[in-house]
Nanobody, 114 residues
């Protein structure tokens, strides 16, 4: 059974940093493209980043966020620096890079506020 479990969400001040984790089970993470997607309150889903053979980022997070994975731990990460209030959202990891397909985790809440 495929499972994705996110963790690491928290309340952080603007300018702060946070690292999200996504522990995968039931499949080998390194064999698949993996993405982070977020949903801000009252807004739709927003693609954030994908890691496959290369890494890709939305313009809104480029230069501030870094996606990586630890194949030995079968875990995906999202390092978030210079956080802004507009980064406040529920963050999901998922398989693939198509929002309409793939397996999703349950999400982890990131709140950026002073």
């Amino acid at each position: 059974e495929v499972q994705l479990v996110e963790s690491g969400g928290d309340l952080v001040q603007p300018g702060g940093s946070l690292t999200l984790s996504c522990a995968a089970s039931g499949f080998t993470l390194e064999h698949y493209d993996m993405s982070w997607v977020r949903q801000a309150p009252g807004r739709g889903l927003e693609w954030v980043s994908t890691i496959g053979g290369s890494t890709y980022y939305s313009d809104s997070v480029k230069g501030r966020f870094t996606v990586s994975r630890d194949n030995a731990k079968n875990t995906l990460y999202l390092q978030m620096n210079s956080l802004k209030t507009e980064d406040t959202a529920e963050y999901y990891c998922k398989t693939g890079n198509d929002i309409n397909n793939g397996y999703w985790g349950q999400g982890t809440q990131v709140t950026v506020s002073s």
